[in-house]
């Protein structure tokens, strides 16, 4: 096998594979593509995804209180304000090292979201260690009609982890522990304040792996990611977590622990109840023990990073996978040159991207199996495929982990990059893929014909990625800063978008504060009045993360 730069096979006319390793096969000295090139020596290994610890982004005194930037939220005087009788209280239930208390540094980092975007004015974080010190805070809450926010990892996209006045912070950081695990059947139970890469790694040396997989997951938490139902890199192989949760431990407002931490995979004994707290976001109860169903860990990953000239090829590129590697294809993310402009402007890693051209758009495809060299076989296949009809131009396959890391790490670092330009903002929808792309392209001329996008001006930058294999488009726009007349300009434009295309305005990230507005360009007038139904009889007082999620009229 030798690697030949710059060669035209015979397979794609006129189509230059730099980055191809040509070798002859069979008996007939036909040539074929053997595998990728490696990367080359330049390119620098990454840690393993973009771990994005939330004291790395510490938020500064500089970000604006939510209350003063968005006027039309008004304090519920139902809401009793904290007094020394519950800090006392709380502090009867709580060792010191669980509680923060008027420290405004302290307090800080769980009064800031993520993206710098939210910031309320909580004068108290508790961080329980048990499930029973839940209940009590809860119960004591629920009486004193005290509001609270659930806070997980605080990686949340959409406002809906922190506060918007001066709500009681239940951050989940203390409920850390592995429960149990079960090799057999591949079941694990563990607290809701467990980082799912930590899970992920126990899971590892045990032969198994978590079924989800996302940028934050150096962060977030599982219960966070259940409150959220979280999607992340591998839903397409691995499905949501409404398939893959088998069940959950429950603080209501009241105080009551609702035990439904079944690890079967089968009980019809009734309504599925934990399936209301999966993507519940806060607002119906604390999510504190979780079981879930994990999948092996595969014993043969690969990755390729593809170049594609059009967003037909992306399309195309994908049904080709579908059909060439089916049971084994495990993600098909894809990103566009603006996505990897802004990367290469914030290289948080320092990884140098391995295709020498730029290109449209870029895939990354992953498949996950058994047996290697079958995968290997597939793959050749696959990548033999897309050259032939000319559907890619250039890419990569990793050749060993640290390789298969740093492909990743260009997709999963692409979040980190966008809040790195300044303000970002993100939409996160569903939509057919036949229109996917023109979201992009319309917003941008929408933008441009305000006047409002370049270099100097109020928009940076309109760039699209995300989970084709979901149909689920991210959508974000870097700004100077955050804006009204951005704001204006982008929703509800956006959001009329995806409801004329019949698309959901949250695929993954949430309602939160951010599109509890909106919920009617995704939900009909009954099934909102279902939604706030039952909002009203686990939560009568409306303890429970107000001013989010459900729309306040
Ligand atoms: C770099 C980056 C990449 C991301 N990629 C993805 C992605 O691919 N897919 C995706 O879906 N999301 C993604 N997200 C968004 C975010 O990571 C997820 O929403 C995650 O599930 C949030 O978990 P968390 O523990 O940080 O929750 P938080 O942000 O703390 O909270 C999120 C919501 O859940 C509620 N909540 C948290 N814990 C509990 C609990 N124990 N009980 C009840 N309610 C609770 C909060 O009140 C809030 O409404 C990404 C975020 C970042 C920063």
């Known amino acids: 096998m030798s690697y030949i730069p710059n060669l035209r096979i015979g397979l794609t006319r006129n189509t230059l594979l730099k980055n191809f390793i040509i ?66 209280f709380f ?14 540094d302290d307090l800080m980092p769980y009064n800031v979201d993520w993206m710098r975007k939210y910031r309320g004015k909580s004068r108290l974080v508790a961080r329980p260690k048990t499930t029973k010190q839940v209940s009590q805070i809860l119960k004591y809450c629920n009486e004193n009609k005290l509001a609270v926010v659930p806070q997980g990892g605080n990686t949340g996209l959409v406002g809906g982890g922190v506060p918007v006045f001066d709500e009681i912070i239940i951050n989940t950081n203390n409920l850390n522990q592995i429960r149990s695990f079960d090799p057999v059947a591949g079941t694990l139970t563990c607290d809701a304040g467990c980082i799912l890469e930590v899970l992920d790694n126990y899971l590892a040396k045990r032969g198994y792996m978590m079924p989800l997989d996302l940028g934050a997951k150096g962060s977030c938490h599982i219960g966070g990611n259940v409150a959220t139902n979280a999607g992340g890199l591998r839903l397409l192989r691995y499905g949501s977590l409404h398939g893959s949760v088998l069940g959950l431990e429950v603080v209501l407002p009241d105080g009551t ?16 109840i934990k399936q209301l707290f999966i993507g519940s976001e806060g607002t119906l109860g604390i999510i504190t023990g979780v079981s ?73 495809v992953e498949i996950s199996g058994s047996n290697k060299d079958h995968d290997d076989e597939k793959l050749q296949n696959f990548l033999e495929e897309l050259l032939t009809n000319e559907i890619v131009k250039d890419g990569v396959v990793a050749q060993d982990d640290t ?49 409002v996008l370049g270099e100097d001006k109020l928009v940076k930058d309109v760039i699209g990625y995300g989970h084709i294999g979901d149909g689920n488009l991210h959508l974000n726009i870097t700004a100077k800063s955050y804006d009204p007349e951005i704001t204006n300009l982008i929703e509800p434009y956006v959001y009329e978008w995806t409801e004329q295309h019949n698309g959901s305005i949250s695929a993954e990230h949430g309602l939160g504060l951010m599109k509890a507005n909106y919920l009617r360009y995704s939900k009909s007038p009954s099934m909102i009045s279902i939604m706030k139904q039952i909002k009203q009889n686990i939560d009568p007082n409306g303890i429970m993360n107000p001013y989010k999620f459900l729309p306040a009229q």
């Open 292 to 364: 879930i169903l994990t999948p092996s860990k595969p014993k043969a990953v690969n990755v390729a990073v593809l170049g594609v000239n059009s967003f037909q090829n992306v399309q195309n590129a994908f049904v080709t996978s579908k059909n060439k590697l089916s049971e084994i294809l495990s993600a098909f993310e894809f990103w566009d040159s603006n996505s990897l402009k802004l990367l290469k402007a914030h290289n948080i890693q320092g990884t140098k991207f391995p295709l020498e051209d730029n290109y449209p758009f870029y895939v990354l």
């Open 403 to 451: 390789q298969i890391a740093t492909l990743w790490s260009l997709r999963e670092g692409i979040p980190e990059a966008c809040s790195k330009a300044g303000a970002v903002y993100k939409y996160d929808i569903s939509i057919p893929l036949s229109v996917f792309y023109q979201m992009v392209e319309d917003i941008r001329n929408r933008l441009q014909s305000a006047g």
């Open 23 to 88: 070798g002859n096969v069979g008996n007939v000295g036909r040539k074929r593509i053997i595998s990728f090139r490696y990367f080359a020596n330049s390119i620098e290994s990454s840690t393993s995804g973009a771990e994005i610890p939330a004291k790395k982004h510490a938020p500064t005194k500089e970000v604006s209180f939510t209350a003063d930037k968005y006027t039309y939220l008004h304090r519920n005087h139902n809401f009793k304000e904290l007094t020394q009788d519950d800090i006392r």
């Open 91 to 104: 502090a009867s239930i709580l060792p010191a090292s669980g509680l923060i208390i008027d420290n405004e």
């Open 257 to 272: 622990i609702l035990d439904n931490l079944s690890t079967l995979r089968k009980d019809n004994t009734g309504y599925d």
